[in-house]
């Protein structure tokens, strides 16, 4: 038998046995076997957290999170509170369903507070990019002419990326642009909105001109190479 241990950095997910607030720990087995488990109701599951030795007092109120919330997604929350060995699925003394549901809101408001500030970082990124290889290389269309980059087989991937979202995309601004303008792509302001940012971290990574590079990094307080690490690359 082969036991292996995964580590995911990232918001905790409804899956079993998973640890909260970013880091969950989950085991398979090399030999499949067929999956035996059936559904439990809301008021089963109830029972069920209490025979494990988890406090329930107002039955009712758990069983209406579970039912809206789901004991799958729950479950990621109620696995730190296990007592060791946590195969035995037994709850520390003490351990209620209202802690469960103070980890599951706390985790909630940190992600959406952690959310709302790396759209403020990603907005920003995409303003960077956009002005300073604009204005730098007087050439609204450059994210889309290969002399402005250093790699072409990763320019060329870009491009692909970008017709992608060119053709399919549904925004009216977009649509405009295809019926009254004759360029075969809309300049970089108008890309960028459409681009999913690991595109657009992309194309700054494979940017020719070191100075247009080193404007962005440095409107962010950073040195090139330092903003080159903290930037996510998809392709």
Same mark, same amino acid.
């Given at each position: 038998?082969?036991?292996?241990?995964?580590?995911?950095?990232?918001?905790?997910?409804?899956?079993?046995?998973?640890?909260?607030?970013?880091?969950?720990?989950?085991?398979? =087995?090399?030999?499949?076997?067929?999956?035996?488990?059936?559904?439990?109701?809301?008021?089963?599951?109830?029972?069920?957290?209490?025979?494990?030795?988890?406090?329930?007092?107002? +039955? +009712?109120?758990?069983?209406?999170?579970?039912?809206?919330?789901?004991?799958?997604?729950?479950?990621?929350?109620?696995?730190?509170?296990?007592?060791?060995?946590?195969?035995?699925?037994?709850?520390?003394?003490?351990?209620?369903?209202?802690?469960? =549901?103070?980890?599951?809101?706390?985790?909630?408001?940190?992600?959406?507070?952690?959310?709302?500030?790396?759209?403020?970082?990603?907005?920003?990124?995409?303003?960077?990019?956009?002005?300073?290889?604009?204005? =730098?290389?007087?050439?609204?269309?450059?994210?889309?002419?290969?002399?402005?980059?250093?790699?072409?087989?990763?320019?060329?991937?870009?491009?692909?990326?970008?017709?992608? +979202?060119?053709?399919?995309?549904?925004?009216?601004?977009?649509?405009?642009?295809?019926?009254?303008?004759?360029?075969? %792509?809309?300049?970089?302001?108008?890309?960028?909105?459409?681009?999913?940012?690991?595109?657009?971290?992309?194309? %700054?990574?494979?940017?020719?001109?070191?100075?247009?590079?080193?404007?962005?990094?440095?409107?962010?307080?950073?040195?090139?190479?330092?903003?080159?690490?903290?930037?996510?690359?998809?392709?």
């Amino acid at each position: 038998m082969i036991i292996r241990i995964f580590v995911a950095r990232e918001p905790a997910k409804p899956l079993n046995d998973a640890q909260m607030c970013g880091s969950f720990f989950y085991r398979y =087995m090399a030999v499949k076997i067929t999956f035996i488990k059936t559904y439990s109701t809301p008021h089963e599951l109830v029972q069920l957290l209490k025979t494990r030795g988890m406090e329930i007092t107002d +039955e +009712e109120k758990a069983q209406h999170y579970l039912s809206h919330i789901g004991y799958y997604r729950l479950s990621a929350y109620m696995y730190p509170l296990l007592s060791i060995p946590k195969e035995l699925h037994l709850f520390k003394r003490g351990v209620s369903f209202g802690k469960v =549901m103070m980890l599951y809101r706390f985790d909630k408001k940190l992600r959406l507070l952690l959310f709302n500030e790396i759209e403020k970082i990603e907005v920003a990124v995409r303003c960077a990019i956009v002005n300073f290889g604009t204005e =730098m290389t007087g050439n609204p269309f450059w994210m889309t002419e290969a002399n402005n980059f250093s790699n072409p087989s990763k320019f060329n991937r870009s491009i692909r990326l970008i017709e992608d +979202e060119f053709n399919h995309t549904k925004e009216d601004f977009i649509n405009h642009f295809k019926e009254t303008y004759t360029n075969q %792509y809309p300049p970089s302001w108008m890309l960028t909105e459409i681009l999913p940012f690991g595109v657009i971290t992309n194309i %700054y990574s494979n940017i020719k001109n070191k100075k247009i590079k080193k404007r962005i990094a440095q409107s962010f307080g950073c040195k090139l190479h330092l903003l080159n690490l903290g930037l996510p690359l998809s392709l």
